[in-house]
């Protein structure tokens, strides 16, 4: 791993990185030494690392949670290089949405392009970030919604050290394989108008989680409107199940 220059703000560090060729951000409480407790975090579909809601809650987390937290660019996103395929199937994707139109198997595809690397890249990334000294080899903790839990999803089943999950706004039933062997605890989030993920297929991978310990938040409001009080409850959660 290839630490970068790093910037200092509102008792927070956050430090790129390179591994191998995955760029991603780091982001711990100033000054402390682990073991910590790490996040990782999964960003939507056409966002990388740095999108708001990613920066917003990875530093809330650090500065009030105490924990490290890690995000990285998933393939054919951020400044990671393009892939023709994937931009062809994503583009008809929103073309589907937009005309409300069924997108099953385009989702089938573009899931199937992507999972497999992912799930390898973010299980060496959260080897490499636990051996720096102000993370450790403390529990792991996975927030994603959208892409981040679609991804996620299978993260969080293949991975034993995830202790953890916030997931949700997401629902596609290829997921369900992959939710079925899902057994930590699960904060799965919902919104109940969403445009993007119909209600009974979101409800029904909530169903499918194999957790024996899973809570269902469900909101008024589209895809984009998640209430901005659930980082309180994400927090309150992790600092349950991750100490």
């Known amino acids: 791993m290839r630490l970068l220059s790093g910037t200092s703000w509102d008792g927070v560090v956050e430090q790129p990185f390179m591994l191998d060729e995955i760029p991603g951000v780091l982001w711990t409480p100033e000054g402390g030494l682990g073991p910590r407790p790490l996040i990782l975090m999964g960003h939507g579909g056409g966002e990388d690392k740095r999108a708001p809601g990613i920066v917003a809650r990875a530093r809330r987390f650090a500065a009030e949670g105490g924990f490290a937290v890690a995000a990285v660019d998933v393939p054919y996103h951020g400044e990671r290089p393009t892939d023709g395929e994937f931009d062809r199937l994503a583009s008809e994707y929103r073309a589907r949405v937009a005309a409300g139109a069924d997108t099953a198997a385009l989702d089938t595809a573009l899931y199937t392009l992507v999972v497999g690397p992912t799930v390898a890249e973010w299980q060496a990334v959260v080897t490499a970030v636990q051996r720096l000294d102000r993370v450790g080899g403390g529990p792991v903790g996975y927030w994603g919604v959208s892409l981040g839990c679609a991804l996620g999803m299978a993260f969080v089943a293949a991975e034993p050290r995830v202790r953890a999950a916030v997931l949700g706004l997401q629902g596609a ?55 901005r009080f659930e980082m309180d409850d994400s927090l309150r959660f992790f600092s349950r199940h991750l100490g």
Do not use: C, I, Y
């Open 173 to 227: 039933p290829v997921l369900a394989g992959a939710a079925a062997h899902v057994t930590v605890p699960v904060q799965f989030l919902v919104q109940w108008d969403d445009e993007l993920m119909p209600r009974a297929q979101s409800l029904a991978l909530f169903d499918a989680l194999g957790s024996a310990e899973k809570t269902l938040h469900a909101h008024p409001g589209g895809h984009g409107d998640l209430p």
